[in-house]
């Protein structure tokens, strides 16, 4: 299970976010208190500060290592305000098949896109949806996906729903976009005969706006001699 921080508000110091709090995110990650995976695979974040220079763009960081273990994040979080904040601390099946990268590491923002998303869950069978999912993903979005997650295919197809995916996130035509998305995620499940339950968590943001979606395709109670294997990231 990954895990997810979302902020919206006044200028806030990230170190108040990341480390301080008893529940702060980087503590969740080695600490947790309800679901006990740890968050073994990577951290990353997008800020954004009105105060900044080109405010609309966020600052951006990501890593593949343990965040509590990172000084350089550390540092960054003791110096940098920001109103609004999308971060998120990866969560893998504890596998050698799991890929552990940058590339990986959510938030994801596309190259001129300003909405940034993370998600939390997964898609059972994944690998076999993966081309009929690309049908539905834009010629000029497609080649923007670099890693192997689940997690930044939905966030292509997100964008592929917008009427404008470079613009800024309009709450109703992401309410739009979403159904769609979700929608065709049901029907390449029914195409390739998949019935185990997938959660769909997804955080969104564009800096000045936020969404959070919490969705679960088939959820139900599955027997398996090996229960790691039921849902892996």
Request: overall charge negative; aromatic content about 10%; some cysteine.
């Amino acid at each position: 299970m990954c895990r997810a921080l979302l902020y919206l508000g006044e200028p806030v110091l990230l170190d108040d976010l990341f480390y301080q709090p008893d529940n702060s995110l980087v503590k969740q990650s080695y600490m947790p208190t309800m679901l006990n995976m740890l968050n073994l695979a990577g951290f990353g974040m997008r800020a954004w500060d009105q105060g900044s220079h080109q405010p609309e763009r966020p600052y951006s960081y990501s890593s593949p290592t343990l965040p509590v273990f990172d000084r350089n994040l550390k540092q960054l979080s003791e110096k940098v305000r920001a109103n609004c904040v999308l971060a998120h601390v990866r969560g893998v099946s504890y596998s050698t098949r799991s890929v552990i990268s940058s590339e990986n590491t959510h938030p994801f923002t596309f190259p001129g896109f300003r909405i940034a998303m993370a998600h939390n869950g997964d898609l059972y069978r994944f690998q076999e949806m993966k081309q009929h999912l690309a049908e539905h993903v834009r010629p000029d979005i497609l080649p923007l996906i670099e890693g192997t997650t689940d997690s930044e295919w939905i966030y292509a197809l997100l964008l592929s729903q917008l009427e404008y995916p470079q613009g800024p996130l309009d709450q109703a035509e992401f309410r739009r976009a979403i159904d769609a998305v979700f929608a065709i995620i049901r029907d390449v499940r029914a195409r390739e005969g998949i019935v185990t339950s997938s959660s769909v968590n997804l955080f969104a943001t564009d800096g000045e706006r936020l969404a959070a979606v919490r969705y679960c395709f088939d959820f139900g109670c599955y027997r398996t001699e090996s229960p790691a294997a039921v849902h892996e990231a």
